[in-house]
């Protein structure tokens, strides 16, 4: 799994407010594009165990009312 290229959603156009990831190893990274310096890092089950939350709507609860 050695893929160090940052990647970022397809749905942030060309924003630089978004989150980019990537997988370093064993570990998957992720930062905020426009503060590239603070990275977080993850297992790759534990960032799948995530992505899962938040396409359930686990996390919606979190976000601004439209």
Known sequence: MRNSTWQKSSYSGSNSDCVEVRAVDEVI???ESDE???IVRT?????AAFLRGA???EFDHLLPRA
């Open 29 to 31: 990274e992720l930062r």
């Open 36 to 38: 590239g310096d603070v």
């Open 43 to 47: 297992t790759a089950p534990r960032f």
């Open 55 to 57: 396409k359930a709507g």
